[in-house]
Nanobody, 117 residues
Framework: QVQLVESGGGLVQPGGSLRLSCAVS????????GGWYRQTPGKQRELVAT??????????HYGDSVRGRFTLSRDTAKNTIYLQMNNLKSDDTAVYYC????????WGQGTQVTVSS
């Protein structure tokens, strides 16, 4: 059974930082596609950062609103995806979800990030 467990969310003041983690279990080989998304009530889920690994290169794509402030990274040995979030703004408040594609698509349960003074 494939499971994704996010952690690291919480309350932070504007300008602060958080690091989200997504631990993946239940897979028997590496995943090459995945990333982070976020959602606020009444809005569609928004892409935050995604990665794609191919035989030619590895690429990371960031949403316009987070580019330059957020950084996606991975520890393949631990099957864990990270999202370092710096210079957080109130508009970054959302539930953050991680996703991987490993034969099928799998989502985590989400972790709340609240940016407020």
């Amino acid at each position: 059974q494939v499971q994704l467990v996010e952690s690291g969310g919480g309350l932070v003041q504007p300008g602060g930082s958080l690091r989200l983690s997504c631990a993946v279990s239940g897979i028997t080989s590496s995943f090459t596609v995945g990333g982070w998304y976020r959602q606020t009530p009444g809005k569609q889920r928004e892409l935050v950062a995604t990665f794609t690994d191919t035989n030619i290169n590895n690429s990371i794509h960031y949403g316009d609103s987070v580019r330059g402030r957020f950084t996606l990274s991975r520890d393949t040995a631990k099957n864990t995806i990270y999202l370092q979030m710096n210079n957080l703004k109130s508009d970054d408040t959302a539930v953050y979800y991680c996703k991987i594609r490993w034969i099928l698509e799998y989502w985590g349960q989400g972790t709340q990030v609240t940016v407020s003074s």
